[in-house]
């Protein structure tokens, strides 16, 4: 008899199973994920779990950890400071491909190097420049490096990070090591988004680490990567961008595991994001653009993911500049107010009555804000430094912290850092006043949403009669946004020539008139072809009426609120490395991977090479991240053009994909 242990920290629970011979679930638990220090969270949800079956921690063999907080802090605008260096590039690539927009006002520099396709250098790295402006750089935690063509040759990314860990002993993030595909700019914004989230993801790490060692577990520990695949605590150290949609990876296969349903739509529902995607032939599609996160289309290797900033703790806004009284949910995650009070009862409840005995409204009315513990002391202007002194440990009314419009904006930066938090009426709330959910404080929920309703649209009409009412507007706006979504990722996998604009088209008023059947002179059906897995804790409560609302069936598991640590134990470990032989002249065949290209003159030993090197390296990956029985699956593109009736080889691209179980430890 074995156990492993699958662990899934999302941006409101952490969540544990336990597995037996890796067959049959035998215990699981949740637990408040505790952003100011995680390890909270994660060992409390693996002692009540372990508790539940009285199990030896020693006969554990495995444990695996799966993590929305990647994904969470992308899609919230989070991470830490960084620098980029671009070589080979110019500066208006910057602004041309949104880099600007990704770096948030973080240094960079663009300099003279690069490569050109074939690999040979353009101009030298300039080392000097470089290291003059590195020794000024100040107060960020990493650094990302991209060179021009670094894929056909990594020559100045590699001399540019030794210049930089010289200098400041800081981590590197270099492009060339995230993706083998041509695209600079691309690489750069992932290389950037990397670099940012090396501190979160290895913060994380130690603390799972210190947390299993500390409650007697001597397993080694794998984190799910993108795909679904696991890897080792070390790998996911060196590489953090590719755990991104490592929490909706781990659902897809929890998915999969529990309902053994292989062609469906699977949308898991987070306190922070719903995450949807597609089970075709029991597999999740790899997304051949790269993981789309947020506002950011990245190059990493991931499911063919749909993520949106819409979960059961997204706050309830009330849109502005319109005359319907429309609310909107998200994207940005707060802390419920029932979760809020069943933490400081009395003081927000005292709050919240004071405000609904003032006759006058305000947009600040149930919002709180309270200090985060840090791991490093904020670096503020004067401004947002001044708001920050006035916020304390315990919730605090906004409408006590803030002096004017301006400090508002310094308190939605202090949040984006990640040194504050803020609590607000959230769809949870909006449950517990329906009776629907029973974890938190139901009558602090029903005052907040009282406060709310007591608002006035565009057209200066009450939002809402009564509570009731005003939580039945949160909820169906959420089963709205929800089916939205689902449309607008089916829109987006369609190929019948209508991808471009699946966000529109799923808001089409024609698609709102066929969801409900409209028959008049037409006829206007529209609907979900496929089952919907709902996954998540509070899938049962709000995803019947979302299949209602599609038209289509929805498969609700026993265990849909844990299915990500679910599918963070039951995966495989899977390593890919690909390369390329390009022919810069007719007779002349470049390798390139991994280093310098190097020269073959036939074509037949350069492809022989390459595969040789790609299977060695990704089954070296596979073992070294504790796979066994490593399988492999090769595959070949060769491309070429008719020239006088002729063949010529242009270019192939070798992908080679190392998989197994990993090794159990015996105890």
């Keep these: 008899m074995s156990f492993i242990l699958g662990v899934d920290t999302g941006g409101t629970y952490t969540d544990a199973v336990i597995l037996e011979n890796e067959e049959r679930i035998i215990a699981f638990s949740k637990a408040l994920t505790t952003h100011s220090d995680l390890s909270i969270g994660i060992g409390s949800a693996i002692q009540k779990a372990v508790i539940q079956k009285n199990i030896d921690p020693e006969k554990i063999s495995l444990v695996s950890l799966s993590t929305t907080l990647a994904t969470n802090a992308l899609v919230e605008g989070q991470g830490d400071r960084v620098a980029l260096v671009m070589s080979g590039f110019k500066e208006s690539d910057l602004e041309k491909h949104a880099i600007i927009d990704a770096l948030k006002g973080d240094p960079f520099l663009v300099t003279k190097g690069g490569h050109n396709y074939a690999g040979y250098q353009n101009s030298p790295l300039d080392k000097d420049k470089l290291a003059k402006w590195v020794s000024k750089v100040e107060g960020v935690s990493a650094y990302a490096v991209c060179s021009q063509f670094a894929v056909r040759n990594p020559e100045h990314e590699l001399q540019a990070a030794e210049i930089i860990r010289e200098l400041t002993g800081r981590p590197v993030s270099l492009?060339?090591?995230?993706?083998?595909?041509?695209?600079?700019?691309?690489?750069?914004?992932?290389?950037?988004?990397?670099?940012?989230?090396?501190?979160?993801?290895?913060?994380?790490?130690?603390?799972?680490?210190?947390?299993?060692?500390?409650?007697?577990?001597?397993?080694?520990?794998?984190?799910?990567r993108g795909d679904g695949a696991l890897i080792s605590a070390e790998q996911a150290r060196e590489k953090p961008i590719e755990t991104i949609l490592s929490g909706p990876a781990a659902s897809l296969v929890g998915a999969r595991w529990l309902t053994d349903e292989s062609d469906a739509i699977v949308s898991d529902i987070g306190g922070t994001t719903t995450d949807i995607a597609v089970l075709r032939g029991g597999k999740p599609a790899i997304d051949p653009k790269g993981a789309s996160v947020g506002p950011y289309r990245t190059m990493v290797e991931a499911v063919a993911m749909y993520t949106f900033g819409l979960g059961g703790d997204s706050?309830?806004?009330?849109?502005?500049?319109?005359?319907?009284?429309?609310?909107?949910?998200?994207?940005?995650?707060?802390?419920?107010?029932?979760?809020?009070?069943?933490?400081?009862?009395?003081?927000?409840?005292?709050?919240?009555?004071?405000?609904?005995?003032?006759?006058?409204?305000?947009?600040?009315?149930?919002?709180f804000i309270r200090l985060v513990k840090a791991s490093k002391e904020p670096v503020l202007s004067d401004r947002d430094d001044k708001v920050f002194?006035?916020?304390?440990?315990?919730?605090?009314?906004?409408?006590?912290?803030?002096?004017?419009?301006?400090?508002?904006?310094?308190?939605?930066?202090?949040?984006?850092?990640?040194?504050?938090?803020m609590s607000a009426l959230t769809p949870t709330d909006a449950s517990h006043a329906l009776g629907n959910s029973s974890f938190w404080d139901k009558e602090a929920a029903s005052k907040a949403i009282d406060l709310f309703a007591r608002r006035r649209s565009g057209s200066g009409e009450l939002l809402a009669g009564s509570t009731s009412e005003m939580a039945e507007i949160i909820i169906s706006q959420l089963t709205k946004q929800t089916s939205n979504s689902i449309l607008e990722m089916a829109f987006s996998e369609e190929e019948v020539g209508i991808a471009n604009t699946p966000g529109i088209l799923a808001q089409h008023p024609i698609t709102q008139l066929?969801?409900?059947?409209?028959?008049?002179?037409?006829?206007?059906?529209?609907?979900?072809?496929?089952?919907?897995?709902?996954?998540?804790?509070?899938a049962a409560t709000y995803y019947p009426a979302v299949g209602?609302?599609?038209?289509?069936?929805?498969?609700?598991?026993?265990?849909?609120?844990?299915?990500?640590?679910?599918?963070?134990?039951?995966?495989?470990?899977?390593?890919?490395?690909?390369?390329?032989?390009?022919?810069?002249?007719?007779?002349?065949?470049?390798?390139?991977?991994?280093g310098k290209p190097v020269n073959f003159n036939n074509e037949k030993d350069a492809l022989k090479t390459l595969e040789k090197k790609l299977t060695q390296k990704s089954i070296a990956k596979a073992k070294e991240a504790g796979a066994e029985n490593v399988s492999v699956n090769i595959d070949r593109e060769v491309k070429t053009a008719k020239i006088e009736n002729r063949s010529v080889f242009v270019e192939a691209r070798i992908l080679v994909e190392a998989s197994g179980r990993p090794r159990i430890s015996k105890s």
């Excluded at 009070?341 to 004071?354: K, W």
């Excluded at 289509?552 to 995966?571: F, K, M, Q, R």
């Design 175 to 224: 492009s060339y090591q995230l993706s083998a595909k041509l695209n600079g700019p691309k690489r750069a914004l992932t290389a950037i988004l990397n670099a940012r989230l090396i501190g979160l993801i290895d913060l994380l790490i130690i603390k799972a680490e210190d947390v299993i060692k500390n409650l007697g577990i001597m397993a080694p520990m794998m984190v799910v």
């Design 315 to 367: 706050e309830v806004n009330l849109k502005q500049g319109g005359l319907d009284g429309d609310i909107l949910l998200g994207p940005k995650r707060v802390i419920p107010i029932c979760l809020a009070a069943s933490i400081d009862r009395s003081l927000i409840h005292n709050v919240l009555d004071a405000q609904l005995k003032s006759e006058t409204p305000n947009e600040f009315d149930a919002r």
């Design 389 to 421: 002194s006035r916020i304390g440990k315990q919730f605090s009314p906004i409408s006590e912290v803030i002096k004017s419009r301006l400090d508002f904006q310094s308190i939605k930066k202090l949040i984006s850092l990640g040194f504050v938090q």
């Design 514 to 538: 066929g969801l409900n059947g409209y028959r008049n002179l037409l006829k206007i059906d529209v609907g979900i072809n496929k089952k919907i897995i709902g996954l998540g804790a509070s």
């Design 548 to 594: 209602k609302k599609l038209n289509c069936d929805v498969i609700l598991p026993e265990y849909a609120g844990v299915a990500n640590a679910i599918g963070a134990v039951v995966g495989k470990i899977t390593m890919r490395e690909m390369g390329v032989v390009s022919s810069p002249s007719e007779g002349k065949y470049l390798v390139h991977f991994d």
